[in-house]
């Protein structure tokens, strides 16, 4: 108690969260107890281990002393004191009282819950024989068996005394296996699935060096655990095996450079050469230093917005309410979503290869107690219902974090250090240049020297919860625990008043350092706490089913009871972090449905508008293998409040994607900088400057370009929707018919498979038409139809032509359809009279609706309804112009 200089303060002032109450100050030997005048609010207790960083700030104009507490739970309050003595007196105290010698010296040896807990078994809620033997360990199989090799620690420092490994392998091929293994944490079984054979087991990193070491015990040990599930004379019955040897992986959780760059500390990573029928795949997931540096770009983001609310609110005393500051794009560029992303990759690989192709998985990263164990726990959540009721749960992170030897002591840095107190006092205006000089160097000191001792803290077991939580939230009925039970934990973890996430191993927890009782005597268990009557009852989830995990059910959705989460739903755990979603992931837009574009439509089942507008019983004929672009304009689109931010998602300009109501966009941007929320800290306009432009009619030409982000050129011309393609094809009609009549004496005679060639011809659409002949069909007959009129001539729209009436199955790119199609009266029926065989007139066919539902869409050229296929007979009628005739009697176009 001689660290409390002063024990209680009134008339303080406490802001948190944009408000200031005043209230009083008490310091006791574990907690400060802020109590606030009259009663208004719960008291407030702050544990001193959840201290993570105290600032001392000077004087205020005011002549207010503040003193500013940020804690582990994300939490932000500043003390202002009205005597500079008691803010001394109370930062002195803290830090004394916060920065433990030593971890007997925690809130943990000395609390004693009073009334005491109902059920005392949290240290010995898991048990490796019953949750193994639960996974049918000894009656499934009797491929593994239990080891005493580790029993009193000397084999493994940092592994659990009971290990099971394969019944075929000795203790002493274990001992030499062991040498090869960093901090001889050998391979061993962790989970066998509940349906096949196939297991998940974890090591650390092979200690192969710069001279490509091998061990012989280590890789026949791997080979036995890979082909457990084939051993006839090791398994109870004689039922079917489920395995196959050929997608057995060894997953190194870390990027190949960290992998390769151990090489040259001794260790490195496995050479498959060596391993046969398995193989090796790296996940990519940073070691705990790039974890630390992530989780610290987050916390400095939300400083930095309480520290702009607290300024606001003090310049603006009462004037605003509900204003969000929080940088959003800072919180993007912290890369921590993406971590848990990668997280998630790794634990569908091994989920799907466990569940699905019934292998082995091998998991190890460098020393195997971080990333592993991330791995390893998750991946067993989603394969195993159990896992996912609270007691299953407990069992889970008992099992893979704490027998597994995850380092919470040095992870959490529970003892905390001088460091984390930082004194920006202004010195007196008596004292010289040199007391401000040292004063400031000490300060340097104290900022870089702090990165030296936090070398070894990291969020790892923060990160498996919050990944948890990724799981929990895209599968809300398949968890018996809700959101605050994860909270609860993830405050237990730091506030040190639970034994449980006090130490690094199991073998500290059993053992102590030999003084004393070991501390799961002297210590109470967190599951004690969570598996009171009270708590459960407040930690159950209200929608939890546990039927939908039957593994028999043959319901439509059925999934066996095993969960395959998306990698790419991630979001901020607002909860945590005491934030609302949409002021942390931005406003939540629900992902719709719709068929998407990117880039030129290869083939029209690529094609969203024909695909829609086609039904399934009709066969699609084949499209150009590449569709010329327009080129860039101005567009307008309808329903896009900002064009430089929605550009991708554009109204439809198609009646068919119309009726889907795609006014919403398809994709869900969490960090968009200028959303036009509430929550972004910007000077944008919540209303959109176009808005008005929706109930303005828009020109042909800007319907035509509407959504030009969105839809291939060949989508929008191929939908029958934009008027202004009437005119094109007419002018295309009659440039073929003007050609058709003139054809050049040094015009080449065109043959059947220069029609191929003749759409290279073509230009993009808007660019000038080149000077080159374009080849038609039409060139073939033998004169040009009657009627041929002044092609640049305004069509006449009293009757529409054949060539406005335009299929979704034609392709407009190609020059075969710059045939002249005529007018509707001008097409004959074949005469019943007798064909002339020596006259053929190539320039009528039938039309083509009749040729679209020919089934020739194989043999014919993309989108040339010519009327003949390499199958079919010619189409041919009697020559309506018998002079054109005469003068050409074989139809072949020359004059």
């Keep these: 108690m001689d660290a409390i200089r002063v024990s209680k303060v009134e008339h303080v002032l406490c ?90 010296h925690l809130y943990a040896f000395f609390y004693s819950p009073n009334p005491p807990f109902p059920t005392q078994n949290g240290w010995s809620i898991y048990s490796p024989r019953e949750e193994f033997g639960r996974m049918g360990v000894g009656t499934r199989t009797k491929a593994w068996r239990f080891t005493d090799i580790n029993k009193d620690y000397s084999f493994c420092p940092t592994y659990p005394a009971k290990l099971l490994v394969p019944t075929k392998i000795s203790d002493t091929t274990l001992q030499y296996a062991g040498k090869y293994r960093s901090k001889c944490r050998i391979p061993v079984l962790c989970y066998l699935h509940w349906s096949s054979y196939a297991t998940i087991t ?142 998630l990759e790794g634990t569908i690989l091994i989920t ?51 027998s597994y030897g995850h380092k ?25 240049g040199a007391d401000a000089a040292q004063a400031f160097l000490a300060s340097m000191q104290n900022r870089f020297a702090s990165q030296n001792h936090v070398k070894e803290t990291s969020p790892v077991f923060h990160q498996f919860l919050e990944t948890v939580r990724q799981i929990q939230r895209q599968f809300p009925q398949r968890f018996e625990f809700n959101e605050r039970f994860l909270h609860q934990l993830y405050y237990h973890l730091y506030s040190c008043q639970f034994g449980t996430f006090l130490f690094n191993s199991e073998r500290e927890r059993r053992l102590g350092d030999g003084n004393g009782p070991p501390p799961c005597d002297r210590t109470v268990s967190v599951w004690d706490f969570f598996n009171l009557p009270s708590e459960m009852e407040q930690n159950l989830n209200e929608l939890y089913d546990s039927s939908l995990d039957d593994p028999v059910s043959r319901i439509p959705g059925a999934d066996m009871g095993v969960l395959f989460p998306n990698p790419k739903d991630v979001r901020f755990w607002h909860e945590l972090y005491g934030r609302t979603d949409e002021e942390m992931n931005g406003r939540h837009i629900p992902v719709i449905v719709r068929p998407g574009v990117v880039g030129p439509v290869e083939t029209v089942e690529d094609d969203p508008v024909n695909r829609i507008a086609t039904p399934s019983n009709i066969p699609l004929p084949p499209s150009p293998s590449k569709t010329p672009l327009p080129p860039p304009t101005q567009t307008f689109p309808r329903n896009v409040a900002n064009p430089l931010i929605e550009s991708s998602d554009s109204s439809p300009s198609t009646p068919e994607l119309a009726s889907l109501n795609l006014g919403s966009p398809s994709v869900v941007e969490s960090f968009r900088p200028f959303l036009s929320t509430s929550s972004n800290f910007s000077m944008k306009p919540t209303s959109s400057p176009t808005s008005d432009l929706s109930s303005r009619p828009l020109t042909k030409a800007q319907e035509f370009f509407a959504g030009g982000g969105v ?8 939908s029958n929707a934009s008027a202004a393609f009437s005119v094109v094809q007419g002018a295309y009609d009659g440039v073929a018919r003007d050609l058709s009549t003139r054809p050049g004496p040094a015009s080449p005679l065109p043959s059947r498979t220069e029609e191929l060639s003749a759409r290279s011809n073509l230009t993009s659409w808007g660019e000038e038409a080149p ?63 007798p064909i002339d065989p020596t006259v053929s007139d190539p320039s009528l066919r039938a039309p083509a609706n009749s040729i679209a539902r020919s089934n020739s869409s194989s043999s014919r050229l993309a989108g040339n309804f010519t ?29």
Excluded at 44 to 60: A, F, G, H, N
Excluded at 362 to 389: A, E, K, M, N
Excluded at 870 to 879: H, K, Y
Aim: hydrophobic fraction near 35%; charged fraction near 20%.
């Design 15 to 104: 802001t948190k969260g944009g408000t200031t109450f005043s209230g009083t100050i008490h310091l006791t030997a574990h907690h400060l107890i802020f109590q606030y005048e009259g009663g208004k609010e719960k008291e407030m207790w702050i544990p001193y281990p959840l201290i993570s960083l105290v600032t001392r700030l000077p004087q205020t104009l005011q002549g207010q002393c503040p003193v500013t507490f940020h804690c582990r739970n994300f939490e932000t309050l500043s003390l202002e004191f009205s005597a500079e003595s008691d803010a001394a007196d109370v930062f002195d105290s803290v830090k004394e009282l916060t920065v433990a010698p030593s971890v007997y």
């Design 202 to 343: 974890r090591s650390s990193q092979p200690m192969v060096g710069i001279t490509q070491n091998r061990s012989i015990q280590d890789e026949k040990l791997i080979e036995t655990m890979f082909q457990s599930h084939f051993s006839p004379e090791s398994r109870v019955s004689n039922a079917v095996v489920y395995g196959a040897t050929t997608t057995n992986l060894v997953i190194d959780a870390r990027p190949t450079t960290n992998a390769m760059a151990n090489t040259a500390k001794g260790a490195g990573t496995e050479n498959m050469d060596h391993y046969k029928e398995a193989k090796k795949v790296y996940l990519g997931i940073d070691h705990i230093h790039t974890m630390r540096e992530s989780l610290g770009k987050v916390v400095d983001a939300l400083r930095e917005a309480d520290a702009l609310l607290a300024s606001i609110n003090n310049d603006l005393s009462g004037q605003i309410s509900g204003v969000s500051v929080l940088d959003r794009g800072a919180l993007r560029r912290s890369g921590w979503l993406r971590h848990i992303s990668l997280i």
């Design 352 to 402: 799907r290869n466990v569940h699905v192709n019934s292998s082995h998985v091998l998991i190890h990263c460098s020393d195997g107690w971080d990333r592993t164990s991330q791995l390893s726990s998750l991946s067993q959540l989603c394969l195993d219902p159990f896992y996912r009721t609270i007691k299953g749960f407990e069992i889970l992170i008992e099992k893979e974090w704490l």
């Design 408 to 432: 919470f002591l040095d992870r959490c840095g529970h003892l905390s250090s001088d460091k984390f107190f930082v004194s920006n006092t202004e010195t007196n205006g008596n004292s010289g």
């Design 711 to 718: 839809k291939s050129v060949w989508g929008k011309l191929s």
């Design 771 to 833: 000077t080159v002949s374009v080849f038609s069909p039409s060139m073939l007959s033998s004169s040009s139809p009657p009627g041929v009129r002044n092609p640049w001539a305004t069509v006449n729209s009293s009757k529409p032509s054949a060539s406005s009436l335009f299929s979704p199955y034609d392709n407009p790119w190609n020059s075969a359809q710059a045939q002249d199609l005529g007018s509707e009266d001008e097409y004959k029926p074949p005469s019943p009279l």
């Design 867 to 895: 009327g003949r296929s390499d199958g079919d007979s010619e189409l041919s009628t009697p020559s309506q112009n018998l002079s054109s005739a005469s003068t050409d009697p074989l139809g072949v176009g020359l004059a």
